[in-house]
């Protein structure tokens, strides 16, 4: 089976541009979560994503949104960036039950200057 | 904010020694899980254990879960240069759906 694939692996961004990040789960998944990692916060989530629904969500500002399509792939749109959403960007995937393990993709550095 | 509090921060062992790193939590749980990450790349799942078992082995990994001091540890034996990595616990506190809260991490450094 494919792992988890995020595209792109790297992004350079202006501050105030808006940026979105792709994330296509192991096939038979249909949870997928977003993670942000930054040396000062750790790892944080953000939110997860099951059956085209958002079912959880982290604290973080409502420039931070996703989205999942019918067929489990998902996007994450950061809008109006500013220097401190500099980050990598995490994208795990899970079966549907919950209380499972998650699999990770290599993540999506985000570099906003 | 982050659930687990891990200690050491910072581990550093000679090939072959035993490495054991701690967690802490604040809330219940339905199951803590340990994952590594070798330099600022993807996570990757190590062992899961639900909170009504004590421990739980996988290869060279033994986990161990008190939930009555709201404590996990792990212990990687005869560790090797390519365990090198940081080490993080996760909880898993909602009743449907996978929102992991991480903790600090502990960074491995295994030498030669």
């Known amino acids: 089976k494919a792992g988890v694939t995020q595209t792109p692996r790297y992004l350079i961004k202006t501050r105030g541009q808006q940026v979105t990040l792709s994330c296509s789960p192991i096939?038979?998944?249909?949870?997928v979560s977003w993670y942000q990692q930054t040396p000062g916060q750790g790892l944080q989530f953000l939110f997860e994503?099951?059956?085209?629904?958002?079912?959880n969500k982290g604290n973080f500002p409502g420039r931070f949104s996703g989205r999942q399509f019918s067929n489990s792939r998902s996007e994450m749109n950061v809008s109006t960036l500013e220097l401190g959403d500099s980050a990598l960007y995490l994208c795990a995937s899970s079966p549907a039950g919950g209380y499972t393990e998650a699999f990770f993709g290599q993540g999506t550095r985000l570099t906003v200057v | 904010s982050q659930q687990g509090e891990e200690d050491p921060q910072a581990l550093s062992i000679q090939e072959g020694e035993n490495a054991t790193m701690n967690c802490s939590y604040k809330t219940s749980i339905n199951n803590l899980q340990w994952y590594r990450q070798n330099s600022g790349r993807g996570l990757v799942h190590l062992i899961l254990?639900?909170?009504?078992?004590r421990e739980k082995h996988s290869g060279r990994l033994r986990v161990t879960l008190d939930t009555s001091k709201k404590s996990s540890s792990l212990l990687i034996t005869a560790s090797r240069a390519a365990d090198t990595a940081s080490y993080f616990c996760?909880?898993?506190?909602?009743?449907?759906?996978?929102?992991?809260?991480f903790g600090t991490g502990t960074q491995l450094k295994v030498e030669l």
């Open positions: 996760a909880t898993d506190l909602t009743g449907g759906g996978n929102k992991l809260t």
């Open positions: 096939s038979g998944h249909r949870s």
């Open positions: 994503y099951f059956s085209e629904t958002q079912r």
């Open positions: 254990i639900r909170s009504n078992e």
